[in-house]
C-alpha cells in the first residue's frame, strides 16, 4: 500500500492551507464552518478544473469573506429540508471565481451528491491537511498534543456528520489511495444510494411495477429492489430501491423531500432513505 507522509501532505495542500489559515486566523471566520466551507471549494475545484485556490490567495479580504459567504449559503442550501430556492439566486462571487454561473439552484438539485462527496472531502482532506492550523486556533498553542482528537465547534454536523481531526507529527504515514482517488466507488455504500417508496394501503405495487415505472422513466436505473418485509396475509406498504449512484437519486427527486409518481392506477412516493440510527 502506497503512503505518504502528512508533512508531504501539507506541502502538497500548501496553497488550500494557507486559503484556510487566512480565512480562521486573519479573517476571524468560525473554524468549523470553515472548514465546510473548504471541502465545499474543493469539491468545486474538482469538479469544475479551475483552481480556485490560486484565485483566492489573489482575492482581496472582501472578496474571500463574500466568496465565503456564499458558500455558506450553499451549505445551508444542503442542510434544509424546506428550502426555497428562487430560479434567479445567482453566486456572483463565485461565478467570478469559476468564470462560469453557478447558482443555488445547482445545488438544490443536486444535495445528495454534493453532501456525499463533501463528506468524504471532509475525512481524506481537510481533517488532515489543516489538523495543525486548527490546533493552533482552538487550544491556542503550537505544541501538539499528539494522537488526541480535537474538538471542533459545531460538529457532528446534523447534515455532514462527525470529523475526526487527531494531530499526528510530521513524519506520521497516511495510505495514500484516499488522497489521490478522493471519492472511490466504493465510498458510496448502497443505503447512501437508495430511495425508501412508500404505497397507499389496499393498493400494492409489486418488484416488477417498481422496475417498470422507473426504468420507463430513467431508463436503467435500478440496481436492486427489496419490498418491505410482511406475513403472509399482508401486503408490502414500502420498498427499498438502490441505484448506480447518488446522482441518479438527485435525477430523480429534483431536489424535492418528497417525489409522487403513478402506476397502473397506483400512487408510489420516493424519498432519500435514512438510515435508523
Known sequence: MEVIRLDELHAFHKLDRDVFSRMV???????GESLLVMALWLWLEKKNSHNIMVRMQ?????????IANEA???LNCLSSRNFFCPSTEN???????LGKDLSLRFFYHNKHTVIC???ILLKNICARAFTDILQRILMGSTTFVMDMPLKIPGFPHPTFGNINVVPRSGD?????????????????????RTLFLTFSRGFPVSE???????TTIYGNCVESVELGDVTSDEEPMYAKMVLPSLSAIDYILKGRTIAKFQINGKHVWARKYERRR
Open 72 to 74: 455558506v449559503s450553499c
Open 91 to 97: 453566486l456572483l462571487y463565485t461565478s467570478s471565481v
Open 25 to 31: 486566523i486573519d479573517l476571524s471566520r468560525n473554524p
Open 172 to 192: 506520521y504515514l497516511i495510505p495514500i489511495g484516499g488522497i489521490s482517488n478522493w471519492l472511490p466507488t466504493s465510498e458510496v455504500p448502497p443505503d447512501d
Open 117 to 119: 462527496e463533501i463528506k
Open 208 to 214: 416488477i411495477e417498481v422496475r417498470e415505472l422507473f
Open 58 to 66: 489573489k482575492e482581496s479580504d472582501f472578496m474571500v469573506n463574500a
